[in-house]
């Protein structure tokens, strides 16, 4: 139904930045909320960020809030995750997700419906 996928991954070093994309494809008029997630290695899949496909609405999660900016560009139906003043704590696959679904939970990886396969990010210190 819907395909996602994610580029801009690479290795930076602390302190710089990366823009990562996710484009999506498919029946994208039922994407309501796009998300990022990311995943380091022995941890678990956390959330990072969530932006409101229509208007564009975002929230994000503490340990990046300030540092990384969600964006999307509805034509392109790509959306893009900013990510400033990186941390080698930020080393980690990110991820893009897709759900139909407005209300409720963003922060729960089981509350989106489509995955991409991830993109890396490592950040040397």
């Known amino acids: 139904q819907v395909q996602l996928v994610e580029s801009g991954g690479g290795l930076v070093q602390a302190g710089g930045s990366l823009r990562l994309s996710c484009a999506a494809s498919?029946?994208?008029?039922?994407?309501?909320?796009m998300g990022w997630f990311r995943q380091a290695p022995g941890k678990e899949r956390e959330f990072v960020g969530a932006?409101?496909?229509?208007?564009?609405?975002?929230v994000y999660a503490e340990s990046v809030k300030g540092r990384f900016t969600i964006s999307r560009d509805n034509a392109k139906n790509t959306v893009y995750l900013q990510t400033n003043k990186l941390k080698s704590e930020d080393t980690a696959l990110y991820y893009c997700?897709?759900?139909?679904?407005?209300?409720?939970?963003?922060?729960?990886?089981?509350?989106?419906?489509?995955w991409g396969q991830g993109t890396q990010v490592t950040v040397s210190s």
């Open positions: 932006i409101i496909r229509s208007l564009g609405n975002t």
């Open positions: 997700a897709a759900r139909a679904r407005r209300y409720g939970s963003w922060f729960e990886r089981e509350s989106y419906d489509f």
């Open positions: 498919g029946r994208t008029a039922s994407i309501s909320v």
